[in-house]
């Protein structure tokens, strides 16, 4: 079984500056990786996904998250944050090649300050 | 498409009483999932279809919650009786496939509220 850990369960930061976003995963087994962006009073949305290929995974609105192997990591990153980026982190953690459901993990609260 | 669709937004009742979640999920979509969102355990899957068959009802918490999939374009989950440890936002998502490469698509979620 897999299972993912968010480091932080939440994050201020003023707008314009730089965020990360930490995820780390427990899995014996080959995994891909997604973080999902829940805004204010909606449903969880894709910000990006890691399938295989380029270990660096750009995202929606500016997002990026790069997959570390040795390090059991996928921390997402944002240059500059705008107010808007304001809402609920979540990465999950899925079992590669085959149906599996996505393992959640407990959620980022990433605030963004004036 | 519009995306998937929960109803109601928000639910208040009282402890006792029957509340029944609506969902329609993305066309063309083969699986359906339900999720309740608390602060104290997170996301949990409570159960899944697949074609509107139920594979998996292994996180459903208790016998008072069942969910029923009559169509492909409707599913409900129903709380028979309610209690106030009930009280979350529950989503709804579907996704094409159940490839783990597949995202998930969620609805707006249900506020419910239990007194």
């Known amino acids: 079984a897999q299972s993912v850990t968010q480091l932080d369960s939440q994050v201020p930061v003023f707008e314009e500056a730089p965020v990360e976003l930490r995820c780390n995963y427990s899995?014996?087994?080959?995994?891909?990786l997604f973080w999902y962006v829940q805004y204010p009073n909606q449903g969880l949305q894709l910000l990006l996904k890691?399938?295989?290929?380029?270990?660096l995974v750009k995202g929606i609105n500016g997002f990026e998250a790069e997959f570390n192997k040795s390090q059991t990591s996928f921390h997402l990153r944002k240059p500059s944050v705008h107010i808007s980026d304001t809402a609920e982190y979540f990465c999950?953690?899925?079992?590669?090649?085959?149906?599996?459901?996505?393992?959640f993990g407990r959620g980022t609260s990433l605030i963004v300050h004036p | 498409d519009a995306g998937v669709i929960q109803s109601p937004r928000h639910e208040v009742t009282e402890m006792g009483q029957e509340v029944t979640l609506r969902c329609k999920p993305i066309?063309?979509?083969?699986?359906l999932f339900w999720y309740r969102q608390t602060m104290m355990r997170g996301l949990e899957l409570l159960i899944y279809?697949?074609?509107?068959?139920?594979?998996?009802d292994s996180g459903m918490p208790e016998d008072r919650f069942s969910a029923k999939m009559p169509n492909a374009s409707f599913s409900t989950l129903k709380i028979q009786p309610s209690e106030p440890r009930d009280s979350a936002v529950y989503f709804c998502?579907?996704?094409?496939?159940?490839?783990?490469?597949?995202?998930?698509?969620f609805g707006p979620g249900t506020r419910l509220t239990v007194t």
């Open positions: 998502a579907s996704s094409e496939g159940l490839q783990s490469s597949y995202e998930q698509y």
């Open positions: 899995s014996s087994v080959s995994v891909y």
């Open positions: 890691y399938l295989s290929g380029s270990t």
């Open positions: 999950a953690v899925s079992r590669s090649g085959g149906s599996y459901i996505p393992t």
């Open positions: 066309s063309g979509h083969d699986y």
């Open positions: 279809f697949n074609n509107n068959v139920p594979i998996d």
